[in-house]
């Protein structure tokens, strides 16, 4: 595609409930980033995963959350038990193998917990 | 970890250079970034250096000097549309670590 897409570009839910996000990144590119920024603030590091390489989780707040990212391309962000912290704008962001340090984000998902 | 400093705000008026610094402590470091993003959009990409010194794109110039963990974005003949969030990060392992952001309001 021409950019990266993220899916639903709004998310409300209910404090408990699971949500899933879901990012398109830029064809061709084998990075792919989730990042998490809350309001006013910069941006936080979640996973990261290259290629078929296992994926750099360590920036994941707990183990309610986790990712995976089916073929190479789609990935899916799923926050389990959701608590109002979560609430944040989640930003996926991709990169090409050429160009490793330029990252390209999408327009981010912005989840409300009640 | 890393930890980045920079500015939290900066105002100036059309036609203006603003300076935005940015200092980082880190280990492994590849190289500092920045990012630009209006309110409400997603963080795209303005400039890289790897290497100490100057890179000039357009407008916008990036300094690098890795011998005293300091960078900054030199934004040249402001114009309303440079009002925005810019944020510098630096590359960790192809990971972005980022700075809080400064925010740059243009003034007529």
């Known amino acids: 595609g021409a950019g990266v897409s993220q899916s639903p570009s709004n998310k409300v839910t209910e404090k408990g409930k699971d949500v899933e996000l879901r990012c398109d990144p830029i064809?061709?590119?084998?990075?792919l980033y989730w990042y998490r920024q809350s309001l006013g603030q910069g941006l936080e590091f979640l996973i990261y995963?290259?290629?078929?390489?296992?994926?750099?989780k360590s920036g994941l707040p707990s183990d309610r959350f986790s990712a995976e990212r089916t073929g190479g391309s789609v990935s899916t962000l799923t926050i389990q038990r959701t608590q109002q912290e979560d609430s944040a704008v989640y930003l996926c962001?991709?990169?090409?193998?050429?160009?490793?340090?330029?990252?390209?984000f999408g327009p981010g998902t912005r989840l409300t917990v009640l | 970890g890393q930890s980045l400093e920079q500015p939290s705000e900066v105002t100036a008026v059309e036609g203006a250079i603003v300076q935005i610094n940015c200092t980082y402590q880190?280990?492994?470091?590849?190289?500092l970034s920045w990012y630009q993003q209006h309110d409400g959009g997603a963080p795209t990409f303005l400039s890289y250096?790897?290497?100490?010194g100057l890179e000039e794109t357009g407008r916008f110039s990036s300094f690098l000097s890795r011998s005293d963990s300091y960078g900054y974005l030199l934004l040249q003949e402001l114009q309303m549309k440079d009002s925005a969030s810019y944020f510098c990060?630096?590359?960790?392992?192809?990971?972005?670590?980022f700075g809080a952001g400064t925010t740059v309001t243009v003034r007529a």
């Open positions: 990060a630096v590359s960790v392992d192809y990971k972005l670590s």
């Open positions: 064809s061709g590119h084998t990075a």
């Open positions: 995963f290259q290629g078929n390489s296992a994926p750099d």
């Open positions: 250096n790897a290497l100490d």
């Open positions: 880190t280990s492994g470091f590849y190289g």
């Open positions: 962001a991709s990169s090409s193998p050429v160009m490793a340090d330029t990252q390209y």
